[in-house]
């Protein structure tokens, strides 16, 4: 099975913590949506496996009309194969939803929408430079809890100033709602953004690294005794509502990267990625030649990834995957490295499963990387 995934690179602001490639310069959208289309045609002979996830991912796709959306899907239908039953995610901001846009989206094939709420908290969100308040997300819930099934909504925890309680109370405000889904990261300060900024000239004081792990923990445990799955790191699912999307990103399956900045996989060892620049995306598919740079992984690079992605999910890695894919040397390196761990019990094998112990498990990225074949 494959993904399909379109980055949509416009948004209506900058968010002061976004590194993500987008422009706030809307008037070469109808040119861009055009050369996306015309890109998705010209690689549809890259993935012969059918389509079991569609993603629109940014940048903020909810800024699309909902009849483009419906004429990409149909132009999908046409070019590719879809499995009988397909997720079709759309991220949304929550100051783009009204009833008749839901409707609209519905109509056009969408069956999966992902919220981005960030906070319920007023403060947090003019320090984010969000576009929208807490009433939009409130109501924006409101309307999403009743005309989708399935649906997500992202938070973003370890905000500066915040305190444990202002999270808690920002989970149970999420909770209100019983989402079948809920994804969260905590704030990264990326290279030049605005965040980055204000932190160097020290306008912004981050939280203790203790307070940011405190968070997560809160958040593990009270979505867990509420039936979520914590199916990933920073994904929170009920049974049934795990996202194919992502479920097939981290199985290390192929897919296909639309739109400019859009990363590709072919499901072996290469990976491609398309320039970061709307103007000259556009103007180079057009011409009819792709933008886009390689790289081929190594046996080791794969490895490295397996682990980092796997230990980060709640089935681990599986030391068999690892003889069959690449090789017993690795198994046996593998055996080595975590037996230097398993003392101190941050990992643990659960059958051929190496894992993670919910006592170590903020600290996943580390450990991973302690793994790692160099
Ligand atoms: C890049 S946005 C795209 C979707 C949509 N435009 C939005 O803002 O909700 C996807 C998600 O990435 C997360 N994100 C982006 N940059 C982040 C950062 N520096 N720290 C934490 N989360 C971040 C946010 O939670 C956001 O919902
Ligand atoms: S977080 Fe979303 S809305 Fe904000 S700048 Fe990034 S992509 Fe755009």
Redesign the pocket.
Known sequence: MSNLYFHYPF?KQA?H????H?STSLKNKVNLWDAMKKELILRSKEISLPIESIYF??????LLRPKEIEDLIQLIKLHFKLKQRFEVTL???PDDVTSAYLSGLKKAGINRL?????SFIDKDLLLMN?AHNSSQSLNALELISKTFTNYSL???YGMPNSSLKQWEQNLETALGFNPPHI????????EK?A?HHKVKKGDIILLPEEEVENQYQLMVKKLESLGYINYEFSNFGKPEFFSVNNQNYWNGKSYLGIGPAAHSFDGTNIRKWNISNNKLYTNSIKEGKLPFEEEELTLKDRYNEYLMTGLRTIHGISLLHVQETFGDRYGMYLEEQAARHLSEKFFFWDGDHLKVSSKAKFLTDGLASDLFMV
């Open positions: 948004c968010c913590y976004c590194n993500f987008f991912g940014g940048g903020s796709p909810s991220e949304i901001n992902s919220l981005g709420v960030q969000r992202d938070l973003i994804s969260s990261y905590a704030l990264t300060v990326e953004t965040l």
